[in-house]
């Protein structure tokens, strides 16, 4: 069984939530509900769930105060909100998962399957406490698909490949994701941690250059690509290779 708590200010959405679980998920086990995150961490510290179904926007503060509270718990979080602002943050504070409001069963009975795979493997909040003591570190990332979330590692991306509002991940050993965000968005979040746009449509890690060819404006892969860096890019790329050598 799979002890979880469920927290939202929202009496309607607890009830509803607390009746699709279950109807759809009945090896999960509700112990627990709270209206705000002082009654939440309260139950959480009493109760030691292992997955808390969490509202983000509260009117005594925000879901994401109360997951820093409980970092130093072994509970995952599986984030709610109505907001898609919100469901971003919590994908890059890399939860278990987040839904947005209306739930709908097929999502959620994805969301608690996704929890049961990563149990094991502690992907859930040990990533997120990482994250929240040492951000600067940024070690692994959460990287949203079609599928659901994916966690791989920052040291694995060889370099990122923009397509139109969507991003393709180039890993080592040829593996590929595809992220529904934006190539910027990563650019902000990676550029103090060794990458660097070489080209509007690439963004590469400098770890991973193998060689960089002056005559042709072309930085040579680890997986054997060739990219090639924009004139007004090739003093910054030379610069930052000096730094990483």
Do not use: W
Not at 66 to 87: N, R
Not at 104 to 133: C, H, Q
Request: proline share 3%; aromatic share 6%.
């Amino acid at each position: 069984m799979i002890n979880v708590i469920l927290i939202d200010d929202e009496e309607g959405a607890i009830e509803a939530l607390e009746l699709m679980l279950k109807k759809h998920c009945p090896h999960v086990n509700i112990v627990g509900f709270a209206h705000d995150i002082h009654e939440g961490y309260r139950e959480i510290e009493l109760k030691k769930p292992d997955l808390v179904f969490l509202d983000i926007n509260m009117p005594n503060g925000l879901g994401l105060e109360l997951v820093g509270k409980i970092s130093h718990l072994d509970v995952s979080v599986v984030f709610t909100t109505a907001h898609q602002e919100y469901a971003i943050n919590a994908i890059r504070l890399s939860a278990v998962d987040y839904l947005l409001k209306p739930l709908k069963s097929k999502e959620l009975i994805e969301a608690v399957a996704r929890y049961e795979e990563k149990v094991s493997s502690k992907n859930g909040l040990s990533v997120l406490k990482e994250l929240l003591t040492s951000p600067q570190k940024l070690e692994r990332l959460a990287i949203p698909n079609v599928d659901g979330i994916e966690i791989i590692k920052r040291a694995d991306i060889c370099y990122l490949e923009a397509d139109r509002n969507y991003t393709k991940f180039h890993l080592v050993e040829n593996k590929k994701i595809v992220a529904s965000k934006p190539i910027g968005d990563y650019e902000k979040l990676l550029h103090s941690h060794g990458f660097i746009r070489a080209h509007r449509s690439y963004l590469i890690n400098v770890e991973h250059v193998q060689k960089f060819n002056r005559r042709t404006g072309t930085l040579m892969m680890s997986d054997g690509q060739e990219i090639d860096v924009s004139r007004n890019r090739r003093d910054e790329i030379i610069m930052e290779l000096g730094r990483s050598a």
